[in-house]
């Protein structure tokens, strides 16, 4: 049973909707099912820097 509803393709709108949300441990098993779903090598890096750009600095908690 997949953990994340990840789309069989690469989706722009899914990244943008689903992977700003995400902590490290999410990611990181959304981006296992991305793979075994058939997303290409280029697809997952690019969903990789995606995610690594939207959790930097600017989403970290304050303190």
Do not use: C, N, Y
Request: glycine content about 4%; overall charge negative; aromatic content about 12%.
């Amino acid at each position: 049973m997949a953990i994340f509803d990840v789309p069989q393709r690469f989706s722009q709108k899914w990244v943008h909707d689903k992977v700003p949300t995400m902590d490290s441990t999410e990611f990181h098993a959304m981006f296992h099912e991305a793979a075994t779903r058939g997303w290409d090598e280029d697809e997952l890096r690019q969903l990789a820097r995606m995610w690594s750009e939207e959790s930097g600095p600017a989403s970290a908690s304050p303190g």
